[in-house]
Nanobody, 129 residues
Framework: VQLVESGGGLVQAGGSLTLSCTVS????????IGWFRQAPGKEREAILC?????????YADSMMKERVTISTDNAKNTVYLQIHSLKLEDTAVYYC??????????????????????WGKGTPVTVSS
C-alpha cells in the first residue's frame, strides 16, 4: 500500500492550492482518506476526512471548514484537498492517511482517527506574504 502526496510548494497568501493523494494497493470501498497537517514546531493535526460509504465529509477544524474541499477521482485513485484563501499559518507539511471503514452506520472524525492504517510521507506547503 502506498499513499503519495503531491502538489505542495511555495504559494502566496490569499491564493489557492490543490494537493493530491494518490493511492495504490487499497480500495476506496474499504478505506476512507483524510488529510492532516503539521506546522513547524507543532503536532500533527487533522483537517478533514471523507466517508466514502455515505458520501459525507467530517471536519476536524471548524476554522478551516470554509476554506477546504475534499474530492475524489476514483479512476485515478486520487483524493484531492483544495485550500482557498491561504494564510501564513497554513504553512505546514500536509499528509493524507487511509483509515479502515467498517460496516457501522455511525461515523465521525473520531472513527476515522481510530482506524488509521496507512500514512503518506507528506508534501510541504509554504505560504508567503
Amino acid at each position: 500500500v502506498q499513499l503519495v502526496e503531491s502538489g505542495g510548494g511555495l504559494v502566496q497568501a490569499g491564493g489557492s492550492l490543490t494537493l493530491s493523494c494518490t493511492v495504490s494497493g487499497l480500495s476506496f470501498a474499504d478505506y476512507n482518506i483524510g488529510w492532516f497537517r503539521q506546522a513547524p514546531g507543532k503536532e500533527r493535526e487533522a483537517i478533514l476526512c471523507r466517508d466514502n460509504k455515505y458520501g459525507r465529509t467530517y471536519y476536524a477544524d471548524s476554522m478551516m471548514k470554509e476554506r477546504v474541499t475534499i474530492s475524489t477521482d476514483n479512476a485515478k485513485n486520487t483524493v484531492y484537498l483544495q485550500i482557498h484563501s491561504l494564510k501564513l499559518e497554513d504553512t505546514a507539511v500536509y499528509y493524507c492517511a487511509a483509515s479502515f471503514r467498517d460496516s457501522a452506520y455511525y461515523y465521525s472524525m473520531e472513527s476515522f482517527l481510530k482506524a488509521i492504517v496507512y500514512w503518506g510521507k507528506g508534501t510541504p506547503v509554504t505560504v508567503s506574504s
